[in-house]
């Protein structure tokens, strides 16, 4: 098959985009490098560096191919705050985008990469895609508008469209920037740097931490699976993890001691709680995750040449 891949150099695009060329297809990436990698994806992947809003260009890499998958979006929700227009433009414009050049260009499939952020605060977890999403952030505002959109110009025109909500997913090659980084990166760094992991809250707050093989092996069930026209699917590990859990498996995981300290106890840490119910993954995709929270954390440890190279023994 021929696939585009949007976003396809970042984090969970590059490893979706690698996995697909191992598996045999022929895979174009449009990427603005906004926050991918070109160096993340393998040599014989066609790349193409560009915004997601160019309409033209959108239309020459569409032609022959088979499956889109959507992946390209602003992705900070602390971000989001102080750019909302910003984020309507990339992650909501984008979308209508790239839907109408799909359309012109008859390709009939499209996987797009929503978030387990839309759900807000529910009052009920496991969270079911059937549950009102209480979107909290622009960027979360942003992916559910995103939905919207997929779904119906994909009805309205018959493309085929699922949106997979992708909760906390983490790994190897996981962007560590200087602000706002991803929980499981940062709390490593910390801890092998010998110093002390900062917490938000009480760290009692909960989330559903997905290693990214098991998130790629989803989205590449997602192209070809029959019966998900139309559909929004939870993917997660459906397991709930608090913060400072977290931070004690990390401890274990690189036998070093964990400095935990609570800046700001009256801070948020987000919402209280949040882990995804995954039965429909498992039903429409056979999903099945294979990588627990420890193994996940080991893997990142030997695979992820930033803290791989700081000697830290595997998990056991």
């Given at each position: 098959m021929r696939y585009?891949?949007?976003?396809?150099?970042?984090?969970?695009?590059?490893?979706?985009?690698?996995?697909?060329?191992?598996?045999?297809?022929?895979?174009?990436?449009?990427?603005?490098?906004?926050?991918?990698?070109?160096?993340?994806?393998?040599?014989?992947?066609?790349?193409?560096?560009?915004?997601?809003?160019?309409?033209?260009?959108?239309?020459?890499?569409?032609?022959?191919?088979?499956?889109?998958?959507?992946?390209?979006?602003?992705?900070?929700?602390?971000?989001?705050?102080?750019?909302?227009?910003?984020?309507?433009?990339?992650?909501?414009?984008?979308?209508?985008?790239?839907?109408?050049?799909?359309?012109?260009?008859?390709?009939?499939?499209?996987?797009?990469?929503?978030?387990?952020?839309?759900?807000?605060?529910?009052?009920?977890?496991?969270?079911?895609?059937?549950?009102?999403?209480?979107?909290?952030?622009?960027?979360?505002?942003?992916?559910?508008?995103?939905?919207?959109?997929?779904?119906?110009?994909?009805?309205?025109?018959?493309?085929?469209?699922?949106?997979?909500?992708?909760?906390?997913?983490?790994?190897?090659?996981?962007?560590?920037?200087?602000?706002?980084?991803?929980?499981?990166?940062?709390?490593?760094?910390?801890?092998?740097?010998?110093?002390?992991?900062?917490?938000?809250?009480?760290?009692?707050?909960?989330?559903?931490?997905?290693?990214?093989?098991?998130?790629?092996?989803?989205?590449?069930?997602?192209?070809?699976?029959?019966?998900?026209?139309?559909?929004?699917?939870?993917i997660g590990s459906?397991?709930?993890?608090?913060?400072?859990?977290?931070?004690?498996?990390?401890?274990?995981?690189?036998?070093?001691?964990?400095?935990?300290?609570?800046?700001?106890?009256?801070?948020?840490?987000?919402?209280?709680?949040?882990?995804?119910?995954?039965?429909?993954?498992?039903?429409?995709?056979?999903?099945?995750?294979?990588?627990?929270?420890?193994e996940g954390l080991?893997?990142?440890?030997?695979?992820?040449?930033?803290?791989?190279?700081?000697?830290?023994?595997?998990?056991?």
């Open positions: 585009l891949v949007t976003g396809g150099a970042g984090f969970i695009g590059s490893a979706l985009t690698n996995q697909l060329v191992k598996d045999g297809h022929e895979v174009v990436v449009l990427d603005d490098l906004s926050n991918g990698v070109r160096q993340n994806l393998a040599p014989n992947v066609l790349f193409q560096r560009g915004d997601v809003n160019d309409v033209p260009r959108l239309w020459s890499l569409l032609q022959d191919v088979d499956c889109v998958y959507h992946l390209a979006a602003r992705v900070s929700v602390a971000e989001s705050l102080l750019y909302a227009t910003e984020y309507n433009q990339t992650n909501v414009g984008g979308t209508v985008s790239l839907m109408e050049a799909m359309r012109v260009a008859n390709v009939r499939r499209v996987v797009f990469a929503s978030s387990g952020s839309v759900y807000g605060v529910q009052h009920e977890q496991p969270v079911h895609e059937d549950d009102i999403p209480e979107p909290d952030s622009p960027y979360a505002v942003s992916k559910y508008a995103a939905e919207q959109y997929v779904r119906c110009i994909g009805r309205i025109h018959n493309i085929e469209a699922v949106s997979l909500r992708i909760f906390n997913a983490y790994g190897a090659g996981q962007p560590l920037p200087v602000s706002h980084a991803p929980v499981v990166p940062r709390f490593l760094q910390q801890v092998l740097t010998g110093g002390s992991v900062v917490i938000h809250g009480e760290g009692s707050q909960t989330r559903d931490f997905v290693h990214i093989s098991d998130v790629v092996a989803a989205l590449v069930a997602a192209s070809t699976a029959s019966d998900v026209d139309q559909q929004v699917i939870n459906g397991e709930e993890t608090s913060i400072s859990e977290l931070a004690t498996a990390i401890g274990t995981v690189t036998s070093k001691r964990v400095h935990t300290i609570y800046p700001n106890t009256e801070k948020s840490g987000g919402v209280a709680r949040l882990v995804a119910e995954i039965s429909r993954a498992r039903t429409l995709l056979g999903y099945r995750p294979q990588v627990d929270l420890a080991a893997r990142m440890l030997r695979e992820d040449h930033r803290f791989s190279q700081r000697r830290v023994p595997a998990y056991a």
